[in-house]
């Protein structure tokens, strides 16, 4: 069976910093490029960022709203995804999802239960 | 950055057939995948490339994507496919990855 777990949301004051990580089991972790979508309260999916997989170098892409302030790197060994964010803003507070897909173009066939984070002082 | 539309609503009665709807500039050209999302759950692919169905997705639920447009049909639609419907694509753009803006499915 396939699962995604994140862990690691939690309530963080406005410029803080909080680190996510993504638990994956029951498929090819390091063939898949993985990626972080948010969901704000009773908003739609916003896509935040990816990495690709080993075979394309592990590059990393972030959503402009996102460049600068927040790190996506993974660890095969321990077929984890994590998000590293900082100087955040209310404007983040949102469910984190990990997603997997095949290729750059493929659907996120998996997803994670999401981990709210809520920025807030 | 580009931009997929979709309409915010849509109702159908149990048993009819829904159409939801994602435009964009020529988004035929490019792979259009579909995803339902039900209250407090996390999204699921219930179609990608186009018009293909993930294992375990019902065959009512088909897609076609050409000119300007991507369409998800459920046909037969019943009171479990009451649910929120994002399209979502690639592009090679400053933000490659896209998502519609959701579409509510009521099922009256």
């Known amino acids: 069976e396939v699962q995604l777990v994140e862990s690691g949301g939690g309530l963080v004051q406005p410029g803080g910093t909080l680190r996510l990580s993504c638990a994956a089991s029951g498929f090819t972790f390091s063939d898949y490029y993985m990626d972080w979508v948010r969901q704000a309260p009773g908003k739609g999916l916003e896509w935040v960022g990816r990495?690709?997989?080993?075979?394309?170098?592990?590059?990393?892409e972030y959503a402009a709203s996102v460049k600068g302030r927040f790190i996506i790197s993974r660890d095969d060994s321990k077929n984890s995804l994590y998000l590293q964010m900082s100087s955040l803003k209310s404007g983040d507070t949102a469910v984190y999802y990990c997603?997997?897909?095949?290729?750059?173009?493929?659907?996120?066939?998996?997803w994670g239960q999401g981990a709210l984070v809520t920025v807030s002082s | 950055s580009y931009v997929l539309t979709q309409p915010p609503s849509v109702s159908v009665a149990p048993g009819r057939t829904a159409r939801i709807t994602c435009g964009g500039d020529n988004i035929g050209s490019q792979s259009v995948h579909w995803y339902q999302q039900r209250p407090g759950q996390a999204p699921v692919l219930v179609i990608h490339?186009?018009?293909v169905r993930p294992s375990g997705v019902p065959e009512r639920f088909s897609g076609s994507n050409s000119g300007n447009m991507a369409t998800l049909t459920i046909s037969g639609v019943e009171a479990g496919d009451e649910a929120v419907y994002y399209c979502?694509?690639?592009?090679?753009?400053?933000?490659?990855?896209?998502f519609g803006g959701g579409t509510k499915l009521t099922v009256l």
């Open positions: 979502h694509m690639w592009h090679s753009d400053s933000d490659p990855v896209v």
């Open positions: 990495t690709r997989n080993r075979a394309n170098s592990y590059t990393t």
């Open positions: 997603a997997g897909a095949y290729s750059v173009t493929a659907g996120f066939e998996y």
């Open positions: 490339y186009d018009n």
